[in-house]
């Protein structure tokens, strides 16, 4: 299935692949980040917090040079890092709400986000892309299936179902619980990314209710990466799915991956040229990854 990536980043609304709903991201506004360093849905928890202790997770983006001062103020304001994010160039950290304040005023900090939820959305069905269109009604039929092209599901897990071609899983990588080892249940506890990954790339069988039909996948011939990001409740958190895209960008070339879908997303709180999730979607796009997106099921 041959890809030509266009020239600007790619959102396409399909049921390859129902994705993430974020913007075109661009370079970071000077602007934006003279103005208030906090993310508009921090920024009323801040003035909200007073003198409490609640904690709450968040992502800190600043320039290159101040990220290591950052580091020593966010631990002796007694907070904690939880993940580099080199690519959207952060961390994600856990600390009271009560010293962001602080914290925003340090040299170099460029925006302050909540380290948001994120669950699934997936709204279309394989039949209305049209795929059967290009390869007729079965992945036998001669047309475009796919064939090589990997493509990353970041997504609650891939279940080896009997849908799946023998060896079309070809890695798989958990950003929840990296401790964890693969069995039947727990390869996918929650079942959204194996949903989704049977629209992509399910094999072709017989349609049991409409004679001469098929069902499958939209490229039966693709093979898949399952980078889990999401737990057994389909919920989770905005650093894993930035550490998956790392990992993409890092490992493509070794597992052909040429395309990352998203069928998750998030509030859309800040401008995409500092949105830390934005940012990483744009650094995959530049590593010549095409990032499937949907428009977002809230209408």
């Given at each position: 299935m041959p890809i030509t990536l266009p020239h600007r980043?790619?959102?396409?609304?399909?049921?390859?692949?129902?994705?993430?709903?974020?913007?075109?991201?661009?370079?970071?506004?000077?602007?934006?980040?003279?103005?208030?360093r906090f993310a508009p849905d921090l920024?009323?928890?801040?003035?909200?917090?007073?003198?409490g202790s609640e904690l709450i997770d968040i992502i800190i983006q600043t320039d290159e040079a101040s990220l290591p001062t950052t580091r020593v103020r966010l631990s002796r304001g007694g907070g904690s890092v939880r993940r580099d994010l080199a690519l959207v160039g952060g961390l994600a950290a856990t600390v009271a709400v009560s010293s962001l304040e602080e914290l925003a005023l340090g040299d170099g900090v460029l925006l302050i986000s909540p380290d948001r939820d994120v669950a699934p959305m997936m709204d279309v069905a394989a039949g209305a892309s049209g795929a059967a269109w290009s390869r007729g009604p079965s992945g036998a039929a001669g047309g475009p299936t796919g064939h090589g092209v990997g493509i990353a599901?970041?997504?609650?897990?891939?279940?080896?179902?009997?849908?799946?071609?023998?060896?079309?899983?070809?890695?798989?990588?958990?950003?929840?619980?990296?401790?964890?080892?693969?069995?039947?249940?727990?390869?996918?506890?929650?079942?959204?990314?194996?949903?989704?990954?049977?629209?992509?790339?399910?094999?072709?069988?017989?349609?049991?209710?409409?004679?001469?039909?098929?069902?499958?996948?939209?490229?039966?011939g693709a093979h898949?990466?399952?980078?889990?990001?999401?737990?057994?409740?389909?919920?989770?958190?905005?650093?894993?799915?930035?550490?998956?895209?790392?990992?993409?960008?890092?490992?493509?070339?070794?597992y052909g991956i040429r395309v990352i879908n998203l069928?998750?997303?998030?509030p859309v709180e800040a401008p995409a040229a500092v949105d830390p999730?934005?940012?990483?979607?744009?650094?995959?796009?530049?590593?010549?990854l095409v990032v499937v997106a949907s428009a977002g099921n809230a209408g």
């Open positions: 980043p790619l959102v396409i609304c399909a049921a390859v692949i129902a994705a993430v709903t974020v913007s075109h991201a661009g370079g970071r506004s000077g602007d934006h980040a003279r103005g208030s920024a009323a928890r801040v003035a909200a917090a007073g003198a599901v970041i997504d609650s897990g891939i279940f080896q179902h009997e849908d799946f071609a023998a060896g079309a899983i070809r890695a798989r990588l958990d950003f929840v619980d990296p401790a964890r080892r693969g069995s039947e249940l727990t390869e996918d506890p929650y079942g959204h990314g194996t949903h989704v990954a049977g629209i992509i790339a399910g094999r072709p069988v017989s349609s049991p209710s409409v004679e001469g039909g098929f069902l499958g996948g939209m490229a039966p898949l990466v399952s980078l889990r990001v999401l737990n057994h409740k389909g919920m989770g958190k905005t650093s894993d799915v930035i550490a998956a895209i790392e990992w993409c960008i890092e490992h493509g070339a070794e069928s998750l997303g998030q999730l934005a940012q990483a979607v744009e650094k995959a796009w530049r590593a010549d």
